[in-house]
């Protein structure tokens, strides 16, 4: 049995497959986020800083958890955040 695909569904499949390995970054703290160092299209290594939150007089660095892509950034500079807040998504 053959099953043709159409170039659309193709897309729509690659799409799907690509949200699961994207990688979601959460704050592990609550703040203010300060300032954002990455932008959407950069390519991050392992550790490389995102962004960094300002938290009780403290200036902490949210660092990539794995190499890849910026995909999206989900809060902007001044944002108060949460724990567990997402901040950005890698793929």
Do not use: F, H, N
């Given at each position: ?59 902490i660095?949210v ?29």
């Amino acid at each position: 049995m053959v099953r043709i695909i159409s170039s659309m569904a193709r897309r729509r499949e690659t799409r799907e497959r690509a949200k699961i390995v994207a990688t979601e970054v959460e704050a592990q703290i609550a703040g203010s986020l300060w300032k954002i160092e990455r932008a959407v299209g950069d390519a991050v290594a392992a550790d490389d800083t995102l962004m960094v939150i300002e938290s009780m007089k403290m200036e902490i660095p949210v660092e990539s958890p794995c190499a890849g892509t910026v995909a999206q950034i989900c809060v902007a500079e001044g944002d108060s955040i949460e724990e567990g807040t997402v901040l950005a998504v890698i793929d």
